[in-house]
């Protein structure tokens, strides 16, 4: 029944955060992310490899314009991505081979995207983040499934609420091509959970008037920011339309 | 939020509310006023923000009337599909009936939704012949036809979206609402599709299970590899299987695709 009732709340409240508490959540944020990492398993720390690595600690500045917005897109994929190259690396007990080939076929896709912005962005991308999945048992086929739900309806949502802030339509366009594979995600994962019910479109991401949830940068970057030991400053990503 | 205000604020908005209400409960579906009712309720909640936005809907620019009518045309067809179908008795196999059912509410809500915000300036539903010109014996008789019909619409549906998503640039609260609708149908595709034993997602350009009259155009360019000049095929040549690259990006459909796929559909 808790699982229910988990799935009639929306997928976090609003943060209307103004910059300054903004930050302060960030800070905390770091700050508890350090102290996870103190008694987590190594394994579930991800650094990143070669030149373009980022350090723990370290500020990361999103630049403004489509190049923050794109970027910030690039925050999330790196996420979702390294999420499930560990889910492939620790199967969870008596996973099916229907899940694994699931769990496969997320990695390709978000692999893919992340492979992208690398490539789109180039020396204007930031560059491969420290992450930390130390909060979430791997081990666990409610928790990985949790988690996959959480990063796929963050990634829609986000995309949802970013899509406006990009001026050049190529962007868009782009954007959009990768948003519905997101929602897709969503769909699938709820369904693994929830088998013949009503979650893989639940009133709590699809509300109103049919629409699905979308969420501005500032709501979402406190939410990403719990797996990335650095700290992504988003002062200067777009806040109003063109 | 206050349930009184929202009505308060509904009533000034849409006199048609209390009606479209008592329709609601007719059909008893809903015998409260639940939360799920005051969905129904949404699109004119959301027109009247849009309508803040823009001002009338006379003044809405033409291009964006266009999209919104062409998006309305598909909902249209996909709403009255879902409407008829779900009242076939044995049609869906009763596992599959939540899933169709908030579809159908769905298709529903999002025409209510373009026709609040084109006001006057909305094209009048046109009548639809589900056979396809004959193409399909027994689209309300079969659950696989029916079922093929309908992942066809929502794979169709995404991409149509997809396809405008650029035209509405000039009007940013009604692209958004756009993206919003085009992602509803993207979970809606995905859960079809898995439910007749394809995967959520788009492989290459792949028929799907769906005959290969109309997917291949369903499915058209699906294969792409190539985002913004990078070859991801080659980027990711040994890391990421072509398939799966394929199926990380949906594609757009052009109007004129979307035409060709919907035009057997009307009579």
Redo the contacts between chains.
């Keep these: 029944m808790k699982k229910l009732n988990e799935l009639m709340q929306p997928i976090g409240p609003a943060v209307n955060a103004h910059r300054r508490s903004f930050l302060r959540t960030v800070g905390a944020a770091a700050v508890t992310g350090g102290l996870l990492t103190a008694c987590s398993t190594a394994d579930l720390q991800v650094s990143p490899d070669g030149a373009r690595a980022a350090a723990p600690g370290d500020v990361i500045t999103l630049p403004g314009g489509d190049l923050g917005i794109l970027n910030y897109a690039f925050v999330l994929e790196q996420i979702e991505s390294r999420f499930y190259e560990l889910v492939l690396a620790n199967p969870y007990e008596k996973i099916t081979a229907m899940e694994l080939q699931l769990f496969q ?1 997320l990695r ?6 992340r ?2 912005y690398r ?2 962005l180039g020396s204007a991308g930031i560059p491969d983040l420290t992450l930390d999945f130390s909060s979430i048992n791997f081990r666990q086929r409610t928790d990985v499934l949790e988690a996959s739900r959480m990063f796929a309806e963050l990634g ?1 949502a986000a ?3 970013g ?2 802030y990009l ?1 050049d ?2 962007n ?3 954007a ?13 994962i709820r ?1 693994m959970e929830y088998m ?3 979650a ?4 709590n ?10 969420l501005e940068p500032m709501e979402v970057l406190p939410k990403a920011q719990k797996y990335v030991r650095e700290i992504i400053d988003a002062r200067n990503l777009p806040t109003n ?2 | 939020m206050n349930l009184q205000s929202i009505f308060t604020e509904l009533d000034k908005v849409d006199e048609a509310f209390f009606d479209r209400l008592e329709h609601v409960s007719r059909r008893g579906l809903f015998s409260t006023l639940t939360r799920k009712t005051v969905a129904v309720a949404a699109p004119a909640i959301m027109a009247s923000a849009l309508t803040k936005a823009y001002g009338q809907s006379s003044e809405l620019p033409q291009n964006v009337v266009d999209v919104l009518n062409f998006a309305l045309l598909l909902e249209y067809l996909e709403s009255d599909f879902y409407e008829f179908g779900t009242n076939v008795p044995g049609l869906i196999p009763n596992e599959f009936k939540p899933a169709f059912e908030y579809i159908r509410r769905h298709e529903e809500l999002h025409v209510k939704l373009l026709k609040t915000v084109l006001g006057p300036k909305a094209i009048a539903k046109p009548p639809f012949d589900y056979s396809a010109k004959g193409m399909f014996t027994d689209t309300f008789t079969n659950f696989q036809t029916f079922s093929a019909v309908s992942q066809a619409f929502e794979d169709t549906g995404v991409r149509a979206y997809k396809g405008q998503a650029p035209n509405l640039m000039n009007a940013k609260p009604i692209l958004e609402t756009a993206l919003r609708i085009h992602a509803t149908e993207a979970a809606h595709a995905a859960r079809i599709r898995y439910m007749r034993g394809q995967k959520g997602w788009i492989p290459l350009a792949s028929l799907s299970g769906l005959p290969q009259s109309v997917g291949s155009m369903v499915y058209m360019g699906e294969d792409n590899v190539v985002q913004k000049g990078i070859n991801l095929a080659n980027l990711l040549s040994g890391q990421v299987p072509l398939e799966g690259i394929t199926e990380a990006f949906d594609e757009p459909l052009t109007r004129e695709q979307v035409t060709t796929i919907v035009k057997p559909f009307l009579v």
């Design positions: 076929d390709n896709h978000e692999v893919t995207h492979a992208f490539a789109a829609t995309y949802n609420g899509g406006k001026t339509p190529e868009l366009a782009v959009g091509k990768i948003v519905s594979v997101e929602a897709r995600h969503v769909s699938i369904e013949n019910q009503t893989f479109a639940g009133d991401i699809v509300v109103d008037a049919g629409l699905f949830i979308k339309v063109a």
